[in-house]
């Protein structure tokens, strides 16, 4: 099955650091991946996505990802973190089989210290 | 605008009386589906929908209900709430597709006392 691991369910940086959060998939068949973020009292709304396309993907809101097969990973960066960046982020694929459903990592919560 | 919309935002209810949370999309996406979010698990499924009178259970389904009568709304059914089905709720949106995005409705909040 699909599944998305995500390292570090708490991540704090500085204002203007940069932003790296970490995100490996499960699978031997390049999948589709999304960033999705969550603002507090917010639904969640899609950062980007991997679709095979281009493995640097460019995103909302000054984010990047890439897609590296040998590392099965899909990295979240971004250059330099505004405060207004702090949020929670899921990386998520799409399930093998006929229900389609997304399986979520189990987040990361982004601190921006002033 | 596209949206997804749920109703309530914020529920507190007493174990064992019926609710209701309501999800209505306006993008003619065929599929919905429902999440539950908890602290440490990240989002699991609850049901989903790929169609008008076509549901399935997803991770979680034990102790809901859904249907889908109509294309844009997606209810969810407690039909006898407990204390572990306290949680936030998201309703999600998408066309059919595993490469597409899915639209998260704005959460409902929900205490079973």
């Known amino acids: 099955a699909q599944s998305v691991t995500q390292l570090g369910s708490h991540v704090s940086v500085s204002e203007g650091a940069l932003v790296l959060l970490r995100c490996n998939y499960s699978?031997?068949?390049?999948?589709?991946l999304f960033w999705y973020v969550q603002y507090p009292n917010q639904g969640l709304q899609l950062l980007l996505k991997y679709t095979s396309a281009a493995t640097l993907v460019k995103g909302i809101n000054g984010f990047e990802a890439e897609f590296k097969k040998s590392e099965t990973s899909f990295h979240l960066t971004k250059p330099s973190a505004h405060m207004s960046d702090a949020a929670e982020y899921f990386c998520?694929?799409?399930?093998?089989?006929?229900?389609?459903?997304?399986?979520f990592g189990k987040g990361t919560k982004l601190t921006v210290n002033p | 605008e596209a949206q997804v919309t749920q109703n309530p935002r914020y529920l507190i209810t007493v174990t064992g009386k019926k609710l209701t949370v309501t999800c209505s999309q306006n993008m003619n996406h065929e599929y919905m589906s429902w999440y539950r979010q908890d602290p440490g698990l990240g989002l699991r499924q609850i049901y989903y929908s790929m169609n008008v009178e076509v549901t399935d259970k997803g991770d979680v389904p034990e102790g809901y209900k859904v249907s889908r009568k109509e294309k844009r709304n997606f209810p969810l059914i407690l039909e006898s709430p407990s204390p572990n089905q306290t949680s936030l709720y998201f309703c999600a949106s998408r066309r059919q597709g595993r490469n597409t995005e899915a639209f998260f409705g704005q959460g409902t909040r929900l205490t079973v006392v």
């Open positions: 699978s031997s068949v390049p999948p589709y």
């Open positions: 998520a694929v799409p399930s093998q089989g006929g229900s389609e459903k997304l399986v």
